[in-house]
């Protein structure tokens, strides 16, 4: 049975952040044979360019009581690769950002496709890291360090301190990791600033880079010394820069917002 | 012998045959209808209310209580849902009418039938109608809850309708086992939705399972909330997830045109409440305001019903606050949110 299974990266926020592939793919004509599934930010998005395009809401697999998201994400898997290559469906499953960027879903869908030697499609989109870039000075002479706020508080990784970082979600995580909830960033700022200070001093700088939200996603950035970093709460989708101890003192610094 | 055709489906689609008694429209005629329900369905559902107050009994007191204030805007909305559901299957109509069918029920003290929200009389009220008259119960579908009746009633049972085209009837113990057929079929068309005979177990794999059933059966989840009459959505209009709550389900009140002399256009009661605290068993005296009109109950503070109540189309707002015996500019800002609550509006 033909079937075929896509992974469209819709870009991080705005309708115009998506790439011409990923927007021909969606608004071709409806057919009988595809089929599109999405979380509620690639519906909401999807309805802007292609209105006609009926989304499935994946919601349920995060709100499923005793499913942990690697369960969610191995049945996802599963179910897209049957609907595609059993059932014979053209599948698009539709992700924010790039579908390579700390998405574990896609992960677990492209090994079981290589596994099996099935054949997927990869739509990329421009990654949140595009945004959030723009409100620094990365030279990347020196590299540039990508880890998660779990990675450094909880799971005892540490940073180069001669090459800048960039913490993702640093604001996503409830005590149990697994709701997204504002209000307890502040544990896990606490945590990522302790182990931070572990070897940085309590002065340097650190810049949180977040969004506006919605309409505009206008890239914002709060820049602090790290000794402060736990002293109010951050949106849920903030990230932070860490510049290197000795690098060039230009990444230390807080770029204007780019004009539109 | 006279048949008696059992409470399902429902809402009925069509009038009573001929020698025989169906209850599904019995129901609708007797009891789904605005003098039932503004009428002896409010009295019994405020004996009700009052009995669990009484005997502390808090959660079904706040139940009743939503029921009992429900009944408003049901008294007035149903008959134009019974209208919309049978020109055009209107998924607002079902809400609509499965709200009717759980305060009938509470009001009634019934149960309701296998997998749906209806209505599964009593024996008493089933007797009622029979007047004395031999019967048999005849089974016409899946799940009408003609088994039920018959037990309830002790009579013989005819018919054993299976499931309609399109529906499949799965035990949940086999619902793991064989999810990725049914959810081809429910992918393809083939099927529109499966009943799940008994309950999932929790587990990781059975809810996953049933997840990916509501995600790919047009009818799955209508059919889960509102039986086998789901079917007859239309697949666009099935999987809408309208609820009770939902805003666009019932009108908005206008808001008042402004006078002198102001008369109520609403009922205002007092009531135990907020519903929080009705349910944590420590209930204050609130008001509420109630339209003869689909138009959802509004709580607000007793001195606004007190004030709503003392208008009477004659006396305007100096004349009321003096008979209340409270200051006139406090009673004219009450007057305000009534007007644009709609609550009020000029006399004449």
């Known amino acids: 049975m033909s079937g075929s299974l896509t992974i469209v990266g819709l870009g991080p926020a705005r309708p115009e952040h998506i790439t011409r592939e990923a927007f021909e793919l969606l608004s071709a004509p409806a057919s009988r044979g595809r089929r599109a599934y999405g979380l509620a930010h690639a519906r909401e998005l999807c309805a802007s360019i292609a209105p006609d395009l009926e989304v499935r809401s994946l919601d349920y697999l995060y709100q499923l009581p005793g499913v942990d998201r690697p369960t969610a994400y191995d049945d996802l898997a599963g179910m897209l690769v049957r609907r595609a290559f059993d059932d014979g469906f053209d599948v698009l499953y539709l992700v924010a950002g790039s579908p390579l960027f700390y998405n574990d879903a896609v992960l677990v869908i492209r090994k079981r496709c290589a596994d099996r030697g099935l054949p997927l499609r990869l739509v990329h989109g421009v990654s949140f890291v595009d945004l959030v870039l723009d409100r620094v000075f990365w030279t990347g002479h020196q590299g540039l360090q990508v880890l998660s706020a779990w990675n450094l508080a909880r799971d005892g990784m540490g940073l180069a301190h001669d090459v800048p970082a960039l913490v993702v979600q640093i604001g996503e995580f409830s005590r149990g990791g697994e709701a997204l909830d504002t209000a307890q960033s502040v544990d896990m700022l606490s945590e990522l600033r302790d182990a931070l200070l572990a070897s940085l001093p309590s002065e340097h700088p650190v810049t949180i880079l977040y969004s506006s939200g919605p309409p505009e996603y206008r890239s914002l950035a709060r820049s602090l010394p790290l000794s402060q970093l736990a002293e109010g709460e951050v949106p849920v989708y903030a990230n932070l820069w860490v510049p290197a101890r000795e690098g060039p003192n230009i990444e230390r610094l807080q770029a204007p917002e780019s004009h539109r | ?348």
């Open chain 2, 1 to 348: 012998m006279t048949a008696v055709l059992p409470p399902g489906p429902f809402p009925p689609r069509s009038l009573e045959e001929d020698g025989a008694v169906d209850l599904a429209v019995r129901l609708w005629t007797d009891l789904f209808q605005p003098g039932w329900l503004a009428g002896e369905g409010r009295v019994l559902l405020e004996h009700r209310l009052a009995s669990a107050v009484d005997a502390g009994e808090w959660e079904r007191a706040a139940l009743l209580q939503a029921a009992f204030l429900d009944s408003w805007p049901l008294a007035a909305g149903v008959e134009s849902a019974g209208l919309a559901w049978r020109a055009h299957a209107d998924p607002r109509a079902l809400v609509i009418i499965a709200r009717a069918a759980l305060v009938v029920q509470l009001a009634r003290g019934w149960g309701s039938l296998p997998g749906a929200p209806w209505c599964l009389p009593d024996a008493a009220w089933v007797r009622e109608r029979l007047g004395g008259e031999p019967f048999v119960v005849q089974a016409r579908a899946h799940n009408d809850g003609s088994a039920e009746l018959a037990q309830l009633l002790g009579c013989e049972l005819r018919g054993q309708p299976g499931t309609p085209d399109g529906v499949l009837d799965v035990a949940a113990q086999d619902l793991v086992s064989q999810r990725a057929q049914l959810a081809g079929s429910l992918s393809r068309g083939e099927l529109q939705a499966v009943l799940v005979r008994g309950e999932p177990t929790p587990s990781a794999a059975s809810q996953l399972a049933l997840g990916e059933l509501r995600l790919e059966g047009s009818h799955q989840r209508a059919v889960e909330r509102f039986g086998l009459s789901a079917l007859e959505l239309d697949p666009s209009s099935a999987g809408q997830d309208w609820s009770w709550e939902d805003d666009g389900l019932l009108d908005a009140p206008s808001p008042g045109r402004p006078g002198p002399v102001l008369v109520a256009c609403c009922e205002g009661r007092f009531i135990p409440g907020p519903p929080s605290a009705l349910r944590a068993g420590r209930p204050q005296r609130v008001g509420v305001l109630l339209w003869d009109a689909p138009v959802r109950p509004v709580m607000v503070a007793p001195v606004a019903v007190a004030v709503a109540n003392a208008l009477d189309g004659v006396r305007d707002s100096a004349a009321v606050a003096a008979s209340l015996g409270g200051p006139l500019d406090q009673v004219q800002l009450i007057l305000e949110e009534l007007l644009a609550l709609g609550a009020v509006s000029a006399s004449g």
